[in-house]
């Protein structure tokens, strides 16, 4: 069933791509991909139609193509996630194949450790659907188990641009070591964006991305504020813990980094995650008002206040502009 519209447009706001490139994920097989490699499919850019341009093997098209079948059975290919994780919702886009989109599509998912093969066994998270061209599919996931890789089937052949899937990492974190400082707002980590008040230039959760950003569209960044106040955004961390180091990087903005930054914090419990944009604004002060500078990391440790374990932050940032990357580096706390 296909998501409403107001849940459609929060979903990449809310849950992480799983397919991301940026956190290891790859299309390991397809059956065919004659004329569109199964490598496009989860390219992070918005797919392209250039006119003109062609191969060796035709038309050229930005996402994953096969051949026209001329048997019986269907074409699939593999993905590998980027991180195991729980399932929300998928996209699968056919922007751009109008005379050659799959009529209907599904999704299968394993979890295995390494690779699939002949042995998996494969659970069906998306029966059938109905395929039109150049439009994007969103539909909602209700299985809450952990994946590992999904399988796409297209019957019986033919293009899809790109495929989201959007949910939340899992880690194992019965295993971590309560002694050891990690970063617990890292997308790899669990660790997402669920509000923020203005995402004209990107989601917060681009901010807890691995590595420094890559340029200033690899990052947080807000319109120009016309209006009294401050942007914000909510982070909810992939495990409660004690927080005794903050970094925030501005790498790339230089002309429209905040002048200044302060973070909240709570150990929320009940309520929704719409309820805590309210809630947030009397979070208690994990990190006082502090100056920021262009193109540059900002390590606090002495600065911040003790306000013991949390699970959620409010990153305000004063009174607009970008931020690259935020680090929240902690002890985890068991519940």
């Known amino acids: ?28 097989y397809a059956t065919d991909d004659f004329f569109a490699d199964k490598s496009r499919l989860i390219d992070p850019a918005p797919p392209i139609f250039v006119a003109d341009k062609y191969d060796e093997n035709g038309k050229w098209m930005d996402g994953w193509e096969s051949r026209r079948k001329r048997g019986e059975g269907h074409d699939y290919c593999i993905i ?55 439009r994007h599919h969103i539909h909602a996931i209700s299985n809450a188990q952990t994946w590992s890789h999904l399988r796409l089937n297209i019957y019986p052949d033919g293009g899809v641009a790109r495929l989201r899937v959007y949910g ?18 890292a ?18 959760s681009q901010i807890l991305a691995p590595g420094r950003g890559i340029n200033m569209g690899d990052g947080w960044e807000t319109r120009r504020r016309r209006e009294p106040g401050n942007d914000w955004a909510l982070i909810t961390l992939g495990h409660p813990g004690v927080i005794s180091k903050i970094e925030v990087d501005t790498a790339h903005f230089k002309g429209n980094f905040p002048d200044r930054c302060s973070i909240l914090g709570a150990m929320v419990t009940g ?8 809630q947030s604004m009397f979070w ?15 390590t606090f440790e002495s600065e911040l206040e003790n306000i013991g374990p949390i699970s959620h932050v409010r990153l305000n940032i004063i009174p607009d502009g970008g931020i690259s990357r935020l680090r929240l580096f902690g002890h985890i706390v068991r519940s």
Not at 93 to 116: M, Y
Not at 168 to 185: F, G, K, N, S, Y
Not at 189 to 197: D, E, H, K, L, P
Request: aromatic fraction near 4%.
């Open 284 to 298: 208690k002060t994990l990190l006082p008002e502090q100056k920021l500078s262009m193109d540059a990391i900002h």
């Open 80 to 134: 590998r996630l980027g991180l195991p994780g729980v399932i929300q919702g998928v996209d699968i886009d056919t922007s751009h194949f109008t005379g050659n989109f799959p009529p209907s599509a599904s999704i299968d998912a394993c979890l295995v450790e390494g690779e699939p093969d002949a042995n998996t066994s494969w659970t069906e998270i998306l029966p059938a659907v109905g395929l039109m061209g150049d």
């Open 187 to 204: 997308l790899v980590n669990g660790g997402r964006g669920i509000a923020a008040s203005d995402q004209h230039y990107g989601t917060p």
């Open 168 to 185: 939340i990492v899992q880690c194992h974190w019965e295993t971590q070591d309560p002694e050891e400082l990690i970063d617990l707002a």
């Open 271 to 278: 309520g929704t995650e719409e309820s805590l944009v309210t």
């Open 1 to 28: 069933m296909s998501l409403p519209a107001i849940e459609t447009a929060g979903l990449a706001d809310k849950y992480i791509n799983l397919v991301s490139p940026k956190l290891g994920a790859e299309v390991i």
